[in-house]
């Protein structure tokens, strides 16, 4: 009898704490301004890769307009389960990516402090977005590396295996990661680590989960987590060796750099799971979702296989 009443009890309580979990998770990607040679193909674009790598692991996509006015900003986050920034090459102090951005991060950490998980993820430009949020824009953080097109193993710091992040890879994962050119830099700019570390936002704010050194020999910071919060930035692109092929950058699309890179991507829809956000509707959900704008192949004219482009959200909104 006893051993009736425990079985029954785990099953209560094993049943409450899968239900509890998220396995509709959505992820909004936030887009920037067109480069000016694809200007005629839209307002702004959201390079596929980052789409596939966030489906590749069991989320669906909505993409974040970053002309989109925040009242609207402030609904859509509350049916998003994550928001991730990406890498590109905009302009980011004084310009309306960076206020979005911005402003999304604000509505993260308040969520966060009310006991609303809601994780922010950003590569490459978007670490150095997180960065400058973080520092209160202060773009004295970011200074030149010749780290552009490379392939990289991860320096790991010794707190590595206690973090968020890396904590539970596994033993082969770490050791792809840290002994194999498998993190593709692709930047000009990042956070050097005496400058994390004597930003007093920064320091505070994130523990440095690793550092690389550019060809010639200057540290960056790679890798990086918030101490109290689920945000994680990565100065590399997990996304790319999986899913861009252009021959003219240095990606390594090794099995073993698929497994470790395709862990990033498991990680992050993981921490989207724990988050309770959802559509009011299934017609709003399925309205926002990036399913209903189409891709276009620019493999020819950019670094991109495929890309998303949109016309202004003004004209998005009508």
């Given at each position: 009898?006893?051993?009736?009443?425990?079985?029954?009890?785990?099953?209560?309580?094993?049943?409450?704490a899968?239900?509890?979990?998220?396995?509709?998770?959505?992820?909004?990607?936030?887009?920037?301004?067109?480069?000016?040679?694809?200007?005629s193909?839209?307002?702004?674009?959201?390079?596929?890769?980052?789409?596939?790598f966030?489906?590749?692991?069991?989320a669906?996509?909505?993409?974040?307009?970053?002309?989109?006015?925040?009242?609207?900003?402030?609904?859509?986050?509350?049916?998003i389960?994550?928001?991730?920034?990406?890498?590109?090459?905009?302009?980011?102090?004084?310009?309306?990516?960076?206020?979005?951005?911005?402003?999304?991060?604000?509505?993260?950490?308040?969520?966060?402090?009310?006991?609303?998980?809601?994780?922010?993820?950003?590569?490459?430009?978007?670490?150095?977005?997180?960065?400058?949020?973080?520092?209160?824009?202060?773009?004295?953080?970011?200074?030149?590396?010749?780290?552009?097109?490379?392939?990289?193993?991860l320096?790991?710091?010794?707190?590595?295996?206690?973090?968020?992040?890396?904590?539970?890879?596994?033993?082969?994962?770490?050791?792809?990661?840290?002994?194999?050119?498998?993190?593709?830099?692709?930047?000009?700019?990042?956070?050097?680590?005496?400058?994390?570390?004597?930003?007093?936002?920064?320091?505070?704010?994130?523990?440095?989960?690793?550092?690389?050194?550019?060809?010639?020999?200057?540290?960056?910071?790679?890798?990086?987590?918030?101490?109290?919060?689920?945000?994680?930035?990565?100065?590399?692109?997990?996304?790319?060796?999986?899913?861009?092929?252009?021959?003219?950058?240095?990606?390594?699309?090794?099995?073993?750099?698929?497994?470790?890179?395709?862990?990033?991507?498991?990680?992050?829809?993981?921490?989207?799971?724990?988050?309770?956000?959802?559509?009011?509707?299934?017609?709003?959900?399925?309205?926002?979702?990036?399913?209903?704008?189409?891709?276009?192949?620019?493999?020819?004219?950019?670094?991109?296989?495929?890309?998303y482009?949109?016309?202004?959200?003004?004209?998005?909104?009508q």
């Amino acid at each position: 009898m006893l051993w009736s009443v425990v079985c029954w009890v785990c099953c209560v309580c094993c049943g409450l704490a899968f239900s509890e979990v998220n396995t509709r998770p959505i992820v909004g990607l936030l887009s920037q301004p067109t480069e000016d040679d694809q200007r005629s193909y839209g307002h702004s674009y959201i390079a596929a890769s980052y789409v596939k790598f966030f489906e590749s692991a069991g989320a669906r996509v909505v993409p974040i307009f970053y002309d989109t006015p925040h009242s609207v900003l402030h609904t859509l986050f509350n049916q998003i389960n994550a928001v991730f920034f990406p890498g590109g090459d905009s302009d980011l102090l004084g310009t309306q990516l960076y206020t979005t951005a911005h402003y999304l991060y604000q509505l993260a950490e308040k969520a966060n402090d009310g006991l609303d998980y809601f994780p922010i993820y950003g590569h490459c430009m978007g670490f150095q977005l997180l960065s400058l949020i973080t520092s209160r824009g202060n773009g004295k953080i970011l200074t030149h590396f010749d780290a552009e097109n490379i392939s990289l193993p991860l320096q790991f710091y010794p707190n590595f295996k206690n973090s968020k992040l890396f904590g539970p890879a596994g033993d082969d994962i770490l050791d792809i990661m840290g002994n194999q050119n498998v993190t593709m830099n692709n930047h000009q700019y990042g956070v050097s680590p005496a400058v994390f570390s004597s930003d007093p936002y920064l320091s505070t704010f994130y523990d440095v989960l690793s550092w690389n050194t550019d060809p010639e020999n200057r540290p960056f910071v790679s890798t990086i987590e918030a101490k109290d919060y689920p945000f994680y930035g990565l100065q590399w692109h997990a996304e790319k060796p999986i899913f861009e092929w252009s021959p003219t950058e240095a990606m390594n699309h090794s099995p073993d750099s698929i497994k470790a890179n395709q862990y990033i991507a498991n990680f992050y829809v993981n921490e989207a799971r724990k988050s309770t956000h959802k559509f009011s509707t299934l017609q709003t959900e399925q309205a926002a979702l990036i399913y209903n704008y189409p891709k276009t192949y620019t493999g020819h004219i950019s670094s991109f296989e495929e890309t998303y482009f949109f016309p202004p959200y003004a004209q998005l909104s009508q």
